[in-house]
């Protein structure tokens, strides 16, 4: 095995550098070794690896697919995520003095309607109802933890729907 990374090192950062653009040289490094310190502090009854390359080439791409996961930009971080909300539920409140058009009062109500049910009955029942989380916790059985993942989640889906379709 070491033998392998010994003769194909240069290989392996040319596949790195090819599947991420814009990547330097540390960071295809970097993706290897981390790669290889995996492999090498595999457990000893762990199945045999078979072939070799296969197995190396395999792992890199699923590092890398990792790595670019974990960079992905957020379009939104979480407190434009809450003024985000903030200015969408104030549409159905009518608590804000800007003059929204009926046409989009209908689309954020469509938009909230169109929510999976579980989506959509937690952004209802904590935004607009004025429920707790403990509240409905304790009526549902589903933990407060869940909820408000729930919620983020529907938030986060709102947000793209009206990014999406934000008129130039």
């Excluded at 814009?22 to 995996?38: G, K, M, N, P, Y």
């Excluded at 699923?62 to 909300?85: C, P, S």
């Excluded at 929510?115 to 707790?132: H, M, N, S, V, W």
Aim: proline share 3%; aromatic share 10%.
């Amino acid at each position: 095995m070491n033998d392998f990374f010994k003769e194909e090192y240069e290989a392996l950062k040319g596949y790195v550098r090819s599947k991420i653009k814009h990547t330097s040289e540390s960071d295809a490094e970097d993706i290897i070794q981390d790669v290889a310190l995996r492999i090498f502090s595999r457990p000893p009854e762990a199945l045999p690896i078979t072939n070799i390359g296969g197995f190396v080439y395999h792992a890199i791409k699923n590092k890398i697919i990792d790595t670019m996961r974990t960079k992905k930009e957020r379009v939104h971080n979480e407190d434009e995520l809450e003024q985000l909300w903030t200015e969408f539920a104030s549409v159905f409140y009518e608590v804000d003095s800007r003059n929204y058009s009926n046409q989009l009062k209908t689309y954020l109500e469509n938009a909230i309607i169109a929510l999976k049910p579980c989506y959509r009955d937690i952004i209802l029942a904590i935004d607009f109802e004025g429920y707790t989380y403990r509240e409905i916790s304790k009526e549902t059985g589903i933990s407060a933890g869940t909820l408000m993942s729930r919620r983020h989640r529907a938030i986060a889906i709102l947000s793209k729907q009206i990014e999406f379709n934000k008129e130039p």
